[in-house]
């Protein structure tokens, strides 16, 4: 079968197409035949470092999110499942192929009305949208933020904050990703590469209740100027290279929570299994900005390294789904 290889740590050339074995599903597996890989961030910091959620000997087939038809089902494993759209994790290695193997208490159920693109750009950013959400404990009316806005994760929590009843900012880097943010229903937009423009949100808003900061460095910071006594900073990423540094005590002195939200196994099925319900039923959009071949794994990292995406990034095989 057709696959990308992770052949060393290093720029997005390491990342090499090639031939691989085909897997077959062992006991309690399915074989998924993959129409669509996800790729996030993460990927593109282990491809670079070695550093990250994920294990394996090199060289390896990366690739951590897919969606596609079950093939074949393994011992124990129910064959009613065989033709089934589906999505799952792959434990952080096999997904940027044509076929893997994985667990089947791992798969989600593609909804009716899904499509199965849409239903993958959400399988990772879903849940950690949803996520964020829930810890913010949003109200109606309440002043939020939301940095990376243009992003896979920012621009489902845009969608998300403005459906609990916020009056929702949305900030981004350049007019390419700002151009896209008004149709999320944004209130606010504005370019945080352009100058003025934590004033811009003060005067529009007076100040912040909550910000969900995925950039970190000075943006983050600039973030946390923002929030008034009992707000709230969420950090989900750190585009800038680094988190936002702010000391526990001066958080403390101005009445603002740090948050950086996990959840244990089963809460984050269930906030995916939200997330997949909520766009099949029309209230959450997944923004897919490009896709690439797979072959061209390596121009997909090179695109995301470059902060030239938006939405999500796919890896498409070309098998049907």
């Not at 599903?25 to 959620?53: C, H, K, M, S, W």
Request: without cysteine; proline residues 8%.
């Amino acid at each position: 079968m057709r696959a990308v290889w992770l052949t060393g740590y290093g720029g997005p050339e390491v990342l090499v197409p090639g031939d691989a074995p085909e897997p077959a599903p062992g006991p309690g597996q399915v074989l998924v035949d993959v129409a669509y890989a996800n790729i996030t961030f993460v990927e593109t910091q282990f491809r670079a470092t070695g550093f990250g959620p994920f294990r394996g000997e090199l060289p390896m087939i990366p690739g951590n999110g897919v969606g596609g038809l079950v093939a074949a089902v393994g011992p124990q494993v129910d064959p009613g499942l065989v033709g089934r759209r589906v999505v799952t994790g792959t434990g952080g290695a096999g997904g940027y192929a044509e076929r893997v193997a994985v667990p089947v208490d791992g798969l989600f159920p593609v909804p009716a009305g899904l499509p199965l693109d849409g239903a993958v750009a959400l399988l990772a950013d879903g849940r950690t949208a949803t996520m964020l959400i829930a810890a913010a404990e949003l109200a109606p009316g309440d002043r939020v933020l939301v940095e990376a806005a243009a992003g896979g994760v920012g621009s489902l929590l845009v969608q998300l904050a403005r459906d609990a009843g916020a009056r929702v900012v949305a900030a981004a880097g350049g007019s390419r990703k700002t151009g896209l943010l008004g149709g999320l229903g944004a209130d606010v937009v504005v370019d945080y590469a352009e100058p003025g423009w934590s004033e811009r949100i003060r005067s529009e808003l007076g100040g912040l209740d909550a910000a969900f900061d995925g950039v970190g460095g000075e943006i983050g910071r600039s973030a946390f100027e923002l929030l008034e006594p009992g707000g709230r900073l969420l950090s989900f990423g750190l585009a800038s290279g680094g988190w936002t540094d702010v000391p526990a005590e001066l958080a403390a002195e101005r009445g603002v929570r740090l948050l950086r939200p996990a959840a244990p196994p089963e809460r984050l099925r269930a906030y995916t299994e939200q997330a997949l319900a909520a766009a099949a039923a029309g209230r959450l959009r997944p923004v897919i900005g490009q896709r690439f071949p797979l072959e061209a794994a390596a121009a997909a990292h090179a695109a995301i390294g470059a902060r030239r995406t938006i939405g999500k990034t796919l890896l498409v095989t070309g098998l049907p789904g």
